[in-house]
């Protein structure tokens, strides 16, 4: 027997923002988003770094039919094709009816995540142990890269132009590295330090290797060893480290987390948990969509976005004023047309650290996707402050095709703050809004997120390329 609702209720039903758990509304996906994530997992579990995110990609594009960009060919809707800039960036797009004439769909994330770097000349030996300089790449919390085992991933180019792939310590049996930490008898000083001090810059320092180079006398015999086997296995001499980019990321595997398995924990879902939907969405297009559809996968967001693969360089630029060259218009026509999602993570709310969210302006886990207006610190600088208009347009394609979304700020005004690509792209005079995904210990080397967000900015990304 149902209760009749009251005035109040049905009321607060027709005026009152709907804040709707996705397993409310959306329970009968849970097996849809459940099988997305298993892919996402794989993917995340696979490329680490944005070279094996590119090469991922690329791979993956070409078996859907994705060619190779050539401006002097001709395209005709529904071709497919990738871009690669540098091995570090990639943009695919899926050519629509009406071309770049009245704008392309873009849909902006990143690959890169927070990791250490080595330094220009990395090797040296301490008192019989070998180790490796680093320079910590993004905004990471020191502190949490000690005692964890980290794995080798980039290149170097050797002198004779000749470059060589690395990647060492993710599969069973491989050798692991590590940041070494106090013991808690001896850290009376060092737990005095803050927290960003815990470890400093010059103490993230790698564990390498500890057995010297068999021989009567010399000094640095460990780090001989070390050269030696390396010079072994990768027929590279110390010189080449000038030449190389090597990185260190968290050797974690990803896996569900939680009893009810709803969650992911693994390194790197900044912003590869935007990046998976964007182009799964775009590969997912079989009919041509009605305007190009593209998908960015950028480089370099975790530091600023500069460099020529980072979207504050002009490549996004240049590739749609060549697909506009194809419809015999400017570039900076179809820039003016075109709308974007700038697809990346947000500050999911954790309870345990409530106090530096603002509850009614925060993004929930499992609340689904989260459309965020602007990002940025203090006044708002630093960020691209997405129109009315346009958030209005995105929210009704979002409604239509009933999308599990949420909106969500960055913690409390003067919390702190962070930025996305959106005001570059926004700069190139692009209609554009952030979305992605919740994450909770974002930044971290184990960062978690919900399956239901993920899937459903999945869902959010198709509904936009498809949109009119
Ligand atoms: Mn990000
Ligand atoms: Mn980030």
Redesign the pocket.
């Known amino acids: 027997m149902s209760k009749e609702k009251t005035e109040a209720e049905l009321l607060k039903e027709k005026l009152c923002l709907k804040k709707d758990h996705f397993d409310e509304r959306f329970g009968e996906e849970t097996a849809k988003a459940d099988e997305f994530c298993a892919g996402y997992m794989e993917f995340l579990g696979t490329a680490k770094t944005e070279r094996e995110c590119n090469a991922y990609i690329i791979e993956k594009a070409k078996k859907n039919g994705f060619t190779a960009f050539d401006r002097t060919k001709s395209y005709k809707p529904s071709d497919k094709v990738y871009y690669d800039n540098r091995g570090k960036a990639v943009i695919l797009a899926v050519m629509g009816k009406k071309g770049v004439t009245e704008g392309a769909k873009i849909v902006a994330s ?1 690959i890169d995540s927070p990791r250490l770097d080595l330094k220009p000349t990395p090797l040296y030996e301490d008192n019989e142990l070998a180790y490796f300089k680093t320079h910590y790449y993004g905004g990471l919390r020191k502190y949490q890269w000690g005692a964890i085992p980290l794995s080798l991933h980039g290149v170097l180019v050797r002198s004779d132009g000749t470059s060589i792939t690395v990647s060492l310590g993710e599969k069973p049996g491989e050798p692991k590295f590590v940041v070494t930490d106090l013991l808690p008898h001896l850290a009376k000083e060092q737990s005095k330090r803050t927290l960003s001090e815990g470890l400093k810059g010059e103490e993230l320092n790698i564990l390498i290797g500890s057995r010297p180079f068999k021989s009567d006398s010399g000094s640095e015999l460990v780090k001989l060893n070390i050269l030696k086997l390396l010079n072994e296995k990768y027929g590279i001499i110390e010189e080449d480290f000038i030449s190389a980019e090597l990185e260190l990321v968290p050797a974690f595997t990803v896996d569900s987390v939680g009893f009810d398995e709803s969650l992911i924990g693994g390194y790197g879902h ?2 590869r948990v935007c990046a998976y939907p964007a182009f799964e969405a775009l590969f997912s297009l079989t009919d041509a969509p009605e305007h190009t559809a593209v998908a960015v996968l950028a480089d370099k ?1 975790e530091i600023g976005s500069d460099g020529n693969t980072g979207l504050n360089s002009s490549y996004l630029k240049y590739f749609i004023a060549d697909l506009a060259a194809l419809d015999n218009m400017e570039g900076r026509h179809a820039l003016s047309k075109s709308e974007c999602l700038s697809a ?2 947000n500050a999911g709310f954790d309870p345990t650290f409530a106090s530096v969210h603002d509850k009614n302006n925060a993004a929930f886990l499992n609340h689904g996707v989260v459309v965020t207006k602007y990002t940025g610190a203090r006044g708002k600088s630093g960020t691209s402050d997405a129109s009315a208009e346009f958030v209005g347009k995105v929210r009704k394609i979002l409604n239509d095709a009933s999308v599990c979304w949420q909106t969500g700020e960055m913690g409390k005004v003067d919390e702190g703050g962070g930025g ?1 690509v959106a005001m570059y792209i926004a700069n190139l005079d692009v209609n554009v809004v952030d979305l992605g995904v919740p994450v909770l210990s974002m930044h971290s080397p184990y960062e978690i997120v919900a399956k239901a967000d993920v899937y459903s900015t999945y869902r959010a990304c198709e509904a936009f390329y498809k949109s009119i």
């Open positions: 990143h900044d912003d967001e990346d993570v996305t």
